[in-house]
């Protein structure tokens, strides 16, 4: 008996990085997964990983700032497999840029995809949960959400928005009387294409991964799985008293 066994699982974002490492934990847990991503060929190689594994997976094409994709996607989903019982709103970007460097339009961009996306995630995820009677949500923030960094503006903005979001859902949905859970993660710094792709090209990019990791007291950066263990566990009934809560994974960094 896996721990999230007979499940139906959405996770965006899910064709790399923890999105990716997060499907494959909740398929080998039990869970009929739902890869979506704008990423279609690796989406594809993930599903064909999870069935591999004996497991169930369903690919769908998702841009998490659309509406109509997410609609599209909600009838996919209960087509396929009936319902939805866990979300993971985990697709994400990072822009670099202190407030005097970014422009208006890259504000946007980040705020569509991390917040709106997180918006519209979690908005179709309860209205699928519903008839279920119960569900868990859970939003990816960073611990960009909690603290302050001068070279993340628009970043530190969405994160913290979503750690602000995940809490006013998660009261309105107990408020309520749904049963549906609603918890943000935050990591510290992960070893996913997100990081490798400024700290792994020139000497001055791993000077900077050098420096990212002394800022994590464990003396490392965090592996993808690292993360998909906290997402299960919330994603489980073993957290079941768990809502509105902030999840902190990240070596230490923000002790
Ligand atoms: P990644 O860049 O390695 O992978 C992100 C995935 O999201 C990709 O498959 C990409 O195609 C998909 N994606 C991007 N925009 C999308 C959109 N509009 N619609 C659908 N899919 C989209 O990222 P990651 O490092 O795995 O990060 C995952 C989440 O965790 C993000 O929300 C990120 O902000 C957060 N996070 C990451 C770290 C880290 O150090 N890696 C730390 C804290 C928080």
């Known amino acids: 008996m896996g721990r999230v066994s ?4 959405l996770v965006t974002g899910a064709a790399l990085g923890i999105g990716k490492a997060t499907a494959l934990l909740l398929a080998r847990e039990g869970a009929k997964v739902v890869i979506a991503d704008l990423k279609e060929e690796e989406g594809h190689a993930a599903v064909a990983e999870v069935e591999a594994a004996g497991g169930e997976a369903l690919f769908v094409s998702l841009n998490v700032t659309q509406e109509e994709d997410w609609k599209k996607a909600i009838e996919a989903i209960t087509a396929k497999f009936g319902g939805l019982d866990i979300a993971v709103n985990n697709a994400g970007i990072l822009y670099n840029g202190s407030v005097e460097e970014t422009s208006l339009a890259d504000w946007r961009r ?6 709106d996306g997180v918006f519209l995630g979690t908005r179709y995820a309860v ?3 519903k008839p279920r009677g119960a ?3 859970i939003n990816l923030s960073s611990i960009e959400g909690l603290i302050g960094d001068p070279t993340l503006a628009a970043y530190n903005a969405s ?8 809490k006013s859902a998660a009261l309105h949905c ?3 009387g749904y049963r549906i859970r609603v918890n943000s993660i935050h990591p510290g710094y992960i070893w996913t294409p997100m990081v490798q792709g400024f700290t792994s090209a020139t000497p001055d990019q791993v000077a900077a ?3 990212l990791i002394d800022l994590h007291p464990l003396g490392h950066l965090g592996e993808p799985d690292d993360i998909a263990y906290g997402i299960l566990f919330l994603a489980s009934d073993e957290s079941k008293f768990m809502t509105g809560s902030e999840l902190v994974i990240d070596g230490g960094y923000t002790a």
């Open 209 to 211: 991964r050098q420096k």
């Open 135 to 137: 569900g868990s949500i």
């Open 159 to 166: 994160k913290g928005g979503v750690r602000l979001f995940t």
């Open 127 to 129: 209205e699928a949960m």
């Open 6 to 9: 007979g499940k139906v699982a």
């Open 110 to 115: 980040v705020q569509s995809v991390n917040l």
């Open 174 to 176: 107990a408020r309520a």
